[in-house]
């Protein structure tokens, strides 16, 4: 089994946008899920699970998120990609794609934030995400109980669209 969660954002206008930004999160969201991934299965045997760690605004547009928001979208397309190239190894590819999510590493939701505020008010559940709310879901992609399941992307973002 394997989790890729490693990501970078980094959020800029177009004009702000660099080669270095871009390649920056490109390198890391995209060809380090690709390499990890080409490594790990590898490693699988008869059968396994990939769970790729992507984000709801891969599907949003949110403004000074444009090489962000491509590098998850990416995130979507390689997992329904590698699931039909790994199915007949019996390897499930998944994602999972959290709204905003509280932790030690995402500077926009610190509580007080106006970003964070502006989330909360526009998500239905009426705040953001903690790591307790996505992990049952990574965790049922990565077991048995989804042994039928590949190719998915699942949203838990409080509702937030």
């Known amino acids: ?26 390198g890391l969201n995209v060809l380090g899920l690709i390499l990890t991934t080409q490594e790990a299965v590898k490693h699988f045997g008869d059968g396994g699970s990939v769970v790729n760690i992507g984000s709801i605004v891969g599907k949003l547009a949110i403004p000074g998120a444009t090489v962000y928001s491509a590098t998850k979208a990416a995130v979507d397309s390689i997992t329904r990609t590698l699931s039909a190239e790994l199915g007949p190894k019996r390897i499930r590819v998944n994602a999972v794609s959290p709204g905003m999510v509280e932790t030690e590493g995402n500077y926009t939701a610190k509580e007080g934030s106006d970003f964070r505020k502006g989330v909360e008010e526009k998500t239905p559940l009426g705040r953001i995400g903690q790591a307790d709310d996505i992990a049952p879901a990574v965790v049922y992609f990565a077991s048995d109980d989804s042994k039928w399941v590949t190719g998915e992307t699942l949203y838990i973002a409080g509702g937030y669209r």
Do not use: S
Request: charged share 15%; net charge negative.
């Open 1 to 26: 089994m394997l989790v890729n969660n490693a990501g970078i954002y980094e959020f800029a206008p177009l004009e702000g946008i660099t080669v270095e930004n871009f390649n920056k999160q490109f």
